[in-house]
């Protein structure tokens, strides 16, 4: 097995503050990644229905090999008010696919307009749905190999996933990702700092609307008052995530869901990515002395790099090779994951016809 030994990340000179790095790359249109296949749409039920409460479905969008159980399968998971069609999750997922893995781009509920599919709400604690989703597309196609990639609050969903399992998940060979949350509570507070106020307004304004959207769907379940007077994500989180989610508040849902509490435990080959001038994503003291004493996890802990974005590029212009996250992850899936090598061409063109 080659060794991981990944190129230091580089920023642009132009391009070394956070706040540059992560809106423009959130804004920044993107080189096409290679063509992927049409995906097939897999609809996963989470929670079975109740007698005052529909089933949870989730939508997953499967980019599938020939023969899939001969290919590892990576299931890659968004962030926050993201879906499988986030760019970030298209540009991974199009890189993966031609290094020769089968691609799951999952939704997290009510995510990629499943609002109908689930009278629940989404947060950062799901990690059951994960392993749902594993253990169902692994009886329904015959997988015997995955590996779980997941970006901010997707990133705290997959380490939590991992933390819980341990070692009792034989198909799970690794996990990956990119500037997560796993330090929930300081991660919230910090979005209210006066410096991230832009950042919390947007993810404020479409939790709201889609909380106001669940309350006219399911109006016997959910108040839409209690989305009055919401300033913060902490307010969102205390008032609404934690009483309809079976937390008693918000510093409870962010003890209870962040993957901090279960670093240690985590024993399958894991990357963390993480940027010091991530905005709003901090990672604790305490929490990076578990992640260097823990053998199965590597940190990648760059001074630049911003949320969820690290561009680079050794030109003065970006190009499609700036994405150094991408690239990374790639390279450490490939090294943990004892996966065969790219494909030809020709199972490429026969696989996307």
């Given at each position: 097995m080659a060794a991981f030994k990944p190129d230091a990340f580089q920023p642009l000179p132009w391009l070394k503050n956070g706040h540059l790095q992560t809106i423009i790359g959130n804004f920044l249109p993107r080189i096409p990644e290679p063509t992927l296949p049409?995906?097939?749409?897999?609809?996963?039920?989470?929670?079975?229905?109740?007698?005052?409460?529909?089933?949870?479905?989730?939508?997953?969008?499967?980019?599938?090999?020939?023969?899939?159980?001969?290919?590892?399968?990576?299931?890659?998971?968004?962030?926050?008010?993201?879906?499988?069609?986030?760019?970030?999750?298209?540009?991974?997922?199009?890189?993966?696919?031609?290094?020769?893995?089968n691609v799951v781009r999952m939704n997290m509920r009510n995510c990629g307009d499943t609002d109908?599919?689930?009278?629940?709400?989404?947060?950062s604690?799901?990690?059951?749905?994960?392993?749902?989703?594993?253990?169902?597309?692994?009886?329904?196609?015959?997988?015997?190999?995955?590996?779980?990639?997941?970006?901010?609050?997707?990133?705290?969903?997959?380490?939590?996933?991992?933390?819980?399992?341990?070692?009792?998940e034989p198909r799970l060979v690794a996990v990956a990702t990119v500037s997560p949350a796993l330090d929930l509570s300081a991660s919230a507070h910090a979005l209210h700092r006066p410096i991230n106020r832009l950042y919390e307004r947007r993810f404020l304004g479409n939790l709201l609307r889609r909380y106001r959207r669940k309350a006219q769907l399911f109006p016997q379940l959910y108040d839409p008052a209690r989305a009055d007077?919401?300033?913060?994500?902490?307010?969102?989180?205390?008032?609404i995530?934690?009483?309809?989610?079976?937390?008693?508040?918000?510093?409870?849902?962010?003890?209870?869901?962040?993957?901090?509490?279960?670093?240690?435990?985590?024993?399958?080959?894991?990357?963390?990515?993480?940027?010091?001038?991530?905005?709003?994503?901090?990672?604790?003291?305490?929490?990076?002395?578990?992640?260097?004493?823990?053998?199965?996890?590597?940190?990648?802990?760059?001074?630049?790099?911003?949320?969820?974005?690290?561009?680079?590029?050794?030109s003065p212009a970006l190009n499609e090779d700036c994405h150094w996250a991408e690239s990374v992850v790639l390279q450490f899936l490939a090294t943990h994951s004892a996966t065969a090598l790219p494909i030809p061409n020709s199972d490429l063109e026969l696989t996307a016809s």
């Amino acid at each position: 097995m080659a060794a991981f030994k990944p190129d230091a990340f580089q920023p642009l000179p132009w391009l070394k503050n956070g706040h540059l790095q992560t809106i423009i790359g959130n804004f920044l249109p993107r080189i096409p990644e290679p063509t992927l296949p049409p995906p097939t749409s897999e609809w996963i039920e989470v929670v079975p229905a109740t007698p005052t409460q529909i089933a949870t479905q989730i939508l997953c969008h499967c980019h599938w090999h020939r023969d899939p159980a001969d290919h590892l399968t990576i299931i890659l998971v968004h962030g926050l008010e993201g879906s499988s069609d986030s760019h970030y999750i298209e540009g991974n997922a199009g890189k993966m696919w031609v290094a020769g893995y089968n691609v799951v781009r999952m939704n997290m509920r009510n995510c990629g307009d499943t609002d109908t599919k689930t009278s629940t709400l989404y947060h950062s604690g799901l990690s059951g749905d994960v392993i749902c989703v594993l253990k169902t597309l692994a009886n329904r196609f015959h997988l015997h190999r995955f590996a779980l990639c997941g970006y901010s609050m997707g990133g705290n969903i997959v380490l939590k996933l991992a933390g819980e399992l341990a070692a009792t998940e034989p198909r799970l060979v690794a996990v990956a990702t990119v500037s997560p949350a796993l330090d929930l509570s300081a991660s919230a507070h910090a979005l209210h700092r006066p410096i991230n106020r832009l950042y919390e307004r947007r993810f404020l304004g479409n939790l709201l609307r889609r909380y106001r959207r669940k309350a006219q769907l399911f109006p016997q379940l959910y108040d839409p008052a209690r989305a009055d007077g919401i300033r913060s994500i902490v307010d969102f989180d205390e008032r609404i995530t934690a009483p309809y989610s079976g937390f008693t508040c918000a510093e409870d849902y962010y003890h209870r869901a962040a993957a901090a509490r279960v670093l240690h435990r985590i024993a399958v080959p894991t990357l963390i990515i993480h940027a010091e001038d991530d905005p709003f994503i901090v990672l604790t003291a305490a929490s990076r002395a578990t992640i260097l004493a823990n053998p199965a996890i590597t940190l990648l802990a760059s001074p630049h790099g911003g949320h969820c974005a690290f561009l680079t590029s050794s030109s003065p212009a970006l190009n499609e090779d700036c994405h150094w996250a991408e690239s990374v992850v790639l390279q450490f899936l490939a090294t943990h994951s004892a996966t065969a090598l790219p494909i030809p061409n020709s199972d490429l063109e026969l696989t996307a016809s």
